[in-house]
């Protein structure tokens, strides 16, 4: 039996998932990912960044460091505290895009250039240089900000992954796509969003919803690793 410290991690996760009431598919909303690779995530099967466990412990409201059992009651008291801070400015924003308001800019996010749509003709992409419409992405969700752009989905081929036509998705060009990673491909003149996989014969992309057709990376080109997304209005780039 399996003794390593991703295992154990797996298991901390399905523990507070399951005490909160959620699925795999609510947890992988949150990170971005499909509901696989959260089961993944919980057996060990699948190595987990510190970027995605620092999401797990703030969505629950535990330390880092409760993953690996070493978390002391002050650890869990600010980890509360800091959960509880997180609500209520996420109230204060949806309080503010009701009443009409513009969410305020803050230091700690990064503002994407949106250059297009997906899936949409290639070519209607513009160069980030020629939009001055800019989406707040919070920092932590993107890994290379200088790689990193925002475009509007069209189509309803993600449906079943949450993603929806209209959202704005933030696409990090230079992360490395792993199996279950969420993408955005070029196949010849078009961009397309597609789940990334792997079985014998090899890397390929499949669409959220049944239907759309299987392609191999020998068909089409990653283009970037979709970390997040966005639903609300966007604003002028802060100056």
């Known amino acids: 039996m399996r003794n390593d410290p991703y295992r154990l991690i797996g298991e901390k996760i399905k523990i507070l998932r399951e005490r909160q009431g959620e699925t795999q598919s609510d947890l992988a909303r949150l990170l971005g990912y499909e509901a696989a690779t959260i089961g993944r995530y919980e057996t060990g099967d699948r190595k987990i960044t510190i970027p995605d466990l620092e999401k797990i412990a703030d969505h629950y409201g535990v330390p880092v460091a409760y993953f690996l059992g070493r978390d002391t009651e002050e650890d869990r008291n600010a980890a509360q505290l800091k959960r509880l801070a997180d609500q209520a400015e996420g109230f204060r924003e949806e309080i503010a895009r009701l009443a009409g308001e513009v969410t305020p800019y803050h230091g700690d996010w990064v503002w994407l250039p949106l250059i297009g749509q997906v899936p949409a003709g ?43 036509d209209g959202d704005i998705i933030f696409v990090d060009s230079k992360s490395q796509a792993m199996p279950g990673d969420v993408i955005v491909a070029r196949k010849g003149d078009e961009a397309v969003l597609r789940i990334y996989k792997e079985d014998s014969k090899g890397p390929y992309l499949q669409a959220g919803n049944e239907g759309y057709p299987i392609l191999r990376l020998k068909e089409a080109e990653i283009l970037g690793v979709v970390m997040g997304s966005y639903r609300r209005k966007p604003r002028l780039a802060p100056e």
Do not use: H
């Open 122 to 164: 290639y070519p209607e992409w513009q160069d980030e240089d020629e939009t001055d419409i800019f989406y707040p992405c919070a920092a932590e969700q993107i890994r290379d900000g200088k790689g990193a752009y925002a475009l509007r989905v069209k189509g309803n081929s993600m449906l079943n992954c949450g993603i929806s």
